[in-house]
Nanobody, 124 residues
Framework: VQLQASGGGLVRPGGSLRLSCGPS????????MGWYRQAPGSERDLVAT???????HYADSVKGRFTISKDDANNTVYLQMNSLRPEDTAVYYC???????????????????WGQGTLVTVSS
């Protein structure tokens, strides 16, 4: 199973973007999904997470500006980014703790499935 992230682009400071992340195939559930970002020359940092019960956690740098949410029907997670700043420029990755079910009813857990990354550039 793979995750597919989308929604990145170029935006002016103060603008907004919404990122999406969903599985490439049918899955049973997402236990936890997180968004991470990596700026050039920097480590990959946690941005936000959401659990299966809807509990959320945010990095201090994005609190009040970013909102993580999920659509359980489609197993898709979103990151709404408002009031974007140049320092938000990075490649954004989603990572999921995913459960799938085989045709025979066997459950499989994949605790660290990464999406391919989507570039967000905030610049005037």
């Amino acid at each position: 199973v793979q995750l597919q992230a989308s929604g990145g682009g170029l935006v002016r400071p103060g603008g907004s973007l919404r990122l999406s992340c969903g599985p490439s195939e049918s899955i049973l559930a997402i236990n936890v999904m997180g968004w991470y970002r990596q700026a050039p020359g920097s480590e990959r940092d946690l941005v936000a997470t959401i659990t299966d019960d809807g509990s959320t956690h945010y990095a201090d740098s994005v609190k009040g500006r970013f909102t993580i949410s999920k659509d359980d029907a489609n197993n898709t997670v979103y990151l709404q980014m408002n009031s974007l700043r140049p320092e938000d420029t990075a490649v954004y990755y989603c990572k999921g703790d995913i459960v799938t079910m085989s045709d025979f009813g066997d459950r499989y857990r994949y605790p660290e499935v990464w999406g391919q990354g989507t570039l967000v550039t905030v610049s005037s």
